[in-house]
């Protein structure tokens, strides 16, 4: 694609864009020009249908709007960021303007204008978008986001049919902002245009308080996201069993096979994967986040597959699986394993509405400490272990987290509400111990060196308890190789 014409320099601008010399063609000629302003046809779409998650996204909005009365409110999606030159990076849309919109355009920005009213109609929510590209002066072929480079967008009506909100041209969206008067808050962090517009009238703190509002919104999940969560695991668990049937190729080359096996589903099925893949085999397992994914995969050794596929609304699972590359746990490997499948048992059954949420991870950190004591890696009793944190030597990481549109989701809610807070039914939280002995951790025995394990699944607190989205994976050892030999044939 080295045909990549150089951005016009007046996209907005009456003036015709007249491209560049130093493109691969020479400039475009008045007749050029003038040919390329008409015979499209119109293509405006009529009568779509709402997004299917648009009384989810309208009533999050009313949630803050009712939260914030009298303050206008700008919640940005982001920009495009450069790889290179004219490539970039591939988009994803912030999770808030996700989560209060459904729409996941680059540059779109979610303003609430107070209205001065109370209630229900104490905002209106307005999106701003990029319209269609200007095809009289010539943005539409000549620029790098000219749709004719990137593809079609949707008009600002169609967009106001699927989105349920008026929408506007975000170009003209920093200036507006500049000029308004009153109270203002924005979520930092995504648009640097629109943040320098809200600069001289916003705070930090002030916006800090709206991005935590916005993640505790995440905290409970509506029967949308819990359907979206599932149709996420449920392509994952497929991905999963495209790993089992290559894993001979996986010896053949590499950790890569792995990844680039699940990125295929991820892309077929849903948007993307929802974080690195982690593909870690033998000693790399040990390694929390291995993502580099370069390293032999052995027969005889484990491979711990953390991986997530991405729906195409942005909600992610968030699984891992530690197999034997060979079908067959050895003795050691499978008495860690099933250590670290009772300590998943214990988390698991700790999630239950009204619990506090730290009640998981004491729960499998104490079975993890008792098997380390009763191993002889740790110095007993187990109470002076626990007490002193001692097992963290080997379980390394806390046992687990909120999931949803972001892998970690909800990050910057406030303790009391999320690690200090109490399991309601609608969280979807993973449930993820393990035991990882370093290559060269020379406290254990020589056998146990290089040997990681960790098992996750994507639980959701119920009314009486709780389900695992993710049991379509088997989790015990004796499960595990039953389903990697039906898999293999
Ligand atoms: N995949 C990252 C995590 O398990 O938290
Ligand atoms: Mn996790
Ligand atoms: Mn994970």
Not at 468 to 482: Q, V
Request: with cysteine; charged share 30%.
């Amino acid at each position: 694609m080295n045909e990549h014409q150089p951005a016009p320099e007046n996209p907005e601008g009456d003036e015709p864009i007249k491209q560049r010399k130093n493109g691969l063609y020479p400039a475009v000629s008045d007749e050029l020009a003038e040919n390329m302003k008409s015979g499209w046809a119109d293509t405006e779409l009529h009568d779509l249908r709402p997004i299917a998650q648009a009384a989810e996204t309208a009533r999050r909005r009313a949630e803050l709007s009712a939260r914030f009365p009298g303050e206008r409110l700008v919640i940005p999606a982001g920009n495009l960021k450069t790889r290179s030159n004219d490539t970039e990076y591939s988009f994803r849309a912030s999770t808030e303007y996700v989560y209060l919109t459904g729409d996941q355009t680059q540059d779109g920005v979610l303003v609430l204008e107070p209205t001065g009213a109370e209630g229900k109609s104490a905002h209106e929510a307005k999106l701003y978008l990029l319209p269609r590209s200007n095809r009289e002066n010539g943005e539409f072929w000549l620029d790098g986001m000219g749709e004719l480079w990137v593809g079609r967008r949707h008009s600002l009506s169609e967009a106001e049919q699927l989105f349920g909100m008026p929408c506007e041209d975000v170009r003209e969206l920093a200036d507006a902002l500049r000029e308004a008067t009153g109270p203002v808050r924005g979520v930092r962090g995504h648009d640097a245009g629109i943040e320098a517009a809200l600069t001289d009238k916003v705070t930090a703190e002030r916006d800090e308080e709206l991005r935590v509002f916005i993640s505790e919104q995440r905290l409970v999940k509506d029967a949308f996201e819990v359907g979206e969560l599932q149709k996420a695991v449920d392509s994952t668990v497929r991905g999963f069993e495209d790993v089992v049937k290559v894993l001979d190729k996986a010896e053949a080359t590499s950790e890569r096979y792995i990844e680039g096996t699940f990125f295929l589903r991820a892309r077929v099925e849903g948007n993307d994967i929802g974080y690195g893949s982690i593909c870690a085999a033998g000693p790399h397992a040990t390694t929390l986040h291995w993502v580099r994914n370069d390293g032999a995969v052995r027969s005889g050794e484990l491979l711990l597959l953390d991986a997530g596929v991405e729906t195409h609304t942005l909600y992610t699972a968030d699984i891992t699986r530690t197999l034997p590359v060979n079908g067959t746990y050895t003795e050691l490997q499978r008495k860690i394993y099933d250590a670290v499948y009772e300590a998943q048992e214990a988390g698991i059954a700790a999630v239950k509405p009204g619990a506090k949420y730290r009640d998981f991870h004491d729960a499998a950190q104490r079975v993890l400490a008792e098997r380390l004591v009763e191993w002889g890696l740790a110095e007993g009793p187990v109470e002076r272990v626990l007490e002193l944190g001692l097992q963290r030597r080997w379980t390394l990481h806390g046992t687990g987290h909120m999931l949803g549109l972001d892998v970690h989701d909800c990050a910057v809610a406030r303790t009391e509400t999320y690690v200090d807070g109490v399991l309601e039914p609608g969280m979807v939280l993973t449930v993820e111990p393990g035991l990882y002995f370093q290559a060269d951790d020379t406290t254990v025995p020589q056998e146990y060196r290089g040997i990681g394990v960790r098992i996750e699944d994507d639980i959701l607190v119920t009314e009486d308890g709780n389900r695992n989205l993710s049991a379509g994976l088997p989790r015990t050892s004796a499960d595990i190789e039953a389903w990697m030999a039906a898999l293999k044939g």
